[in-house]
T-cell receptor
Framework: QQQVKQSPQSLIVQKGGISIINCAYE??????FPWYQQFPGKGPALLIA?????SEKKEGRFTISFNKSAKQFSLHIMDSQPGDSATYFC????????????FGKGTLLTVNP | KAGVTQTPRYLIKTRGQQVTLSCSPI?????VSWYQQTPGQGLQFLFE???????NKGNFPGRFSGRQFSNSRSEMNVSTLELGDSALYLC?????????????FGPGTRLTVT
């Protein structure tokens, strides 16, 4: 059972454009939703995270939008740059289980110059 | 501070063999988690160790095991390797009490089973 569904699988965006990656979850016990960025040959690195008590969180060019009723959250990358080309993973963690992340399957983002 | 280090970075094994992977957490971090990353299944939680004790385990067969030493370094072992065990094995460390809210991943060990 895939508890966090991520789309699209791959995304190509022009430099300066907006990249949007979506995730949907099933388990309402999830209470922490991070996004990770992974470059080739590296481990995932935390990019930005949100709790369900807020609908949006912005850090620089990266914004998470969260819709609790729809059980969906998304990552928006404004003014996308070639250096943003990486694989992005959404994830979720459950109340009382802050040792474990449940990941989406990832989105390969390519930003063309 | 140095990041999470994993050794070896690449490994090729034959089906039926066993393998041991090593992880050194960030200095001062006592929690170490292991994940398996494959193209088909993405990242899946294997287990988590704290103070030499396995606190939590994911849904993997008993062929996957681990341990943690008194210096917080951790090893994971996979016995009787299968082709499907080919994956990137990631280790992550966290400061005490922070769990997933502050989790730092290593670069991984790429295991290929032939």
């Amino acid at each position: 059972q895939q508890q966090v569904k991520q789309s699209p699988q791959s995304l190509i965006v022009q430099k300066g454009g907006i990249s949007i990656i979506n995730c949907a979850y099933e388990n309402t016990a999830f209470d922490y939703f991070p996004w990770y960025q992974q470059f080739p040959g590296k481990g995932p690195a935390l990019l930005i995270a949100i709790r369900p008590d807020v609908s949006e969180k912005k850090e620089g060019r990266f914004t998470i939008s969260f819709n609790k009723s729809a059980k969906q959250f998304s990552l928006h990358i404004m003014d996308s740059q070639p250096g943003d080309s990486a694989t992005y993973f959404c994830a979720a963690s459950m109340v009382g289980s802050n040792y474990k992340l449940t990941f989406g399957k990832g989105t390969l983002l390519t930003v063309n110059p | 501070k140095a990041g999470v280090t994993q050794t070896p970075r690449y490994l090729i094994k034959t089906r039926g063999q066993q393998v041991t992977l090593s992880c050194s957490p960030i200095s001062g971090h006592r929690s170490v988690s292991w994940y398996q990353q494959t193209p088909g299944q993405g990242l899946q939680f294997l287990f988590e160790y704290f103070s030499e004790t396995q606190r939590n385990k994911g849904n993997f067969p008993g062929r996957f095991s681990g341990r943690q030493f008194s210096n917080s370094r951790s090893e994971m072992n996979v016995s009787t390797l299968e082709l499907g065990d080919s994956a990137l094995y990631l280790c992550a460390s966290s400061p005490e009490g922070r769990g997933v809210y502050e989790q730092y991943f290593g670069p991984g060990t790429r295991l290929t089973v032939t």
